[in-house]
């Protein structure tokens, strides 16, 4: 079989990319390395972390590479930075950790990033990226108001990994730990219903299982990327039940 310059290239790109998988240096951004990507990203963060900005929230990553982008920009990519970060045991990297799971990554091509000390290179990556840590600072809080329950802020509930899961309350058989509960005998409520969580400094809600919710009468759709901003105040409706939000400042 005749072999084409494409062939080639395509077969020596393929043993580069076995040796760098061997080597633990692999970037490549292919099912089997997304991780070895991010691990990249969380080292170089951890060797330079005496000069980063300390409590930093949020990031910016600068790249002209679409499928790094589009990969830093993903769900998938923002719970797997965050996991690794938060896997490293380091307090300082617990804010980032948890503002990255909220979604406070910010992708920029290469030209746009800034000339200032704060902005770093990736080690060990074969493709170009560039990031600087900053700090988003979120001056309002989420009242939540209950049916036969004190109303609470969600500040005042332990957040998980940044986010608040709610669902109906069930001591004997729970399905996952909540930051706060609904009724018991809301029986038409699903006990892992959704998240609410800030990012940008605004407030959002996701629903995770049946029932869909309703905000202020408006459905909310289950799955991956539907999420509905809470806004001013209103309502949130599961069935025929619901309880109230209030967006306030702190």
Same mark, same amino acid.
């Given at each position: 079989m005749?072999?084409?310059?494409?062939?080639?290239?395509?077969?020596?790109?393929?043993?580069? @990319?076995?040796?760098?998988?061997?080597?633990?240096?692999?970037?490549?951004?292919?099912p089997n390395?997304?991780?070895?990507?991010?691990n990249?990203?969380?080292e170089?963060?951890?060797n330079?972390? /005496?000069?980063?900005?300390?409590?930093?929230?949020? @990031?910016?990553?600068?790249?002209?590479?679409?499928t790094a982008?589009?990969?830093?920009?993903?769900?998938? &990519?923002?719970?797997?930075?965050?996991?690794?970060?938060?896997s490293?045991?380091l307090?300082?990297?617990l804010?980032?950790?948890?503002?990255?799971?909220?979604?406070?990554?910010f @992708?920029?091509?290469?030209?746009?990033?800034?000339?200032?000390?704060e902005?770093?290179? @990736?080690?060990?990556?074969?493709?170009?990226?560039?990031?600087?840590?900053?700090?988003?600072?979120?001056n309002?809080?989420?009242?939540i108001?209950?049916? /036969?329950?004190?109303?609470?802020?969600?500040?005042?509930?332990?957040? +998980?990994n940044?986010?608040?899961?709610? $669902?109906?309350?069930?001591?004997?058989?729970?399905?996952?730990?909540?930051?706060?509960?609904?009724p018991?005998?809301?029986?038409n409520?699903s006990?892992?219903?959704?998240?609410?969580?800030?990012?940008?400094?605004?407030?959002? +809600?996701k629903?995770?299982?049946?029932?869909?919710?309703?905000?202020? $009468?408006?459905?909310?759709?289950?799955? +991956? $990327?539907?999420?509905?901003?809470l806004?001013?105040?209103?309502?949130?409706?599961? &069935?025929?039940?619901?309880?109230?939000?209030? +967006?306030?400042?702190?």
């Amino acid at each position: 079989m005749k072999t084409t310059a494409k062939t080639r290239t395509g077969l020596l790109r393929f043993i580069k @990319v076995m040796i760098r998988t061997m080597l633990g240096l692999e970037s490549e951004l292919e099912p089997n390395s997304k991780i070895g990507f991010c691990n990249a990203i969380v080292e170089d963060i951890i060797n330079k972390l /005496g000069d980063l900005v300390s409590n930093s929230d949020s @990031v910016c990553f600068y790249t002209d590479d679409s499928t790094a982008g589009n990969f830093l920009n993903s769900i998938e &990519g923002h719970n797997l930075l965050s996991s690794q970060l938060t896997s490293k045991n380091l307090a300082e990297l617990l804010p980032l950790a948890e503002g990255i799971s909220c979604g406070q990554v910010f @992708v920029r091509p290469l030209s746009e990033a800034p000339k200032d000390t704060e902005v770093r290179s @990736v080690n060990n990556l074969d493709l170009p990226v560039l990031y600087k840590l900053f700090t988003q600072t979120c001056n309002t809080d989420c009242k939540i108001t209950i049916e /036969g329950q004190e109303p609470f802020y969600l500040s005042e509930k332990k957040s +998980i990994n940044g986010i608040y899961p709610f $669902g109906r309350e069930d001591k004997e058989k729970p399905l996952r730990t909540n930051s706060f509960t609904l009724p018991s005998d809301w029986k038409n409520v699903s006990r892992a219903q959704g998240i609410i969580y800030p990012k940008k400094g605004r407030w959002f +809600i996701k629903g995770q299982n049946r029932p869909k919710m309703n905000i202020n $009468g408006e459905p909310l759709d289950i799955g +991956i $990327g539907n999420e509905k901003e809470l806004a001013g105040s209103g309502t949130i409706e599961i &069935g025929t039940t619901l309880f109230k939000y209030s +967006i306030e400042s702190k």
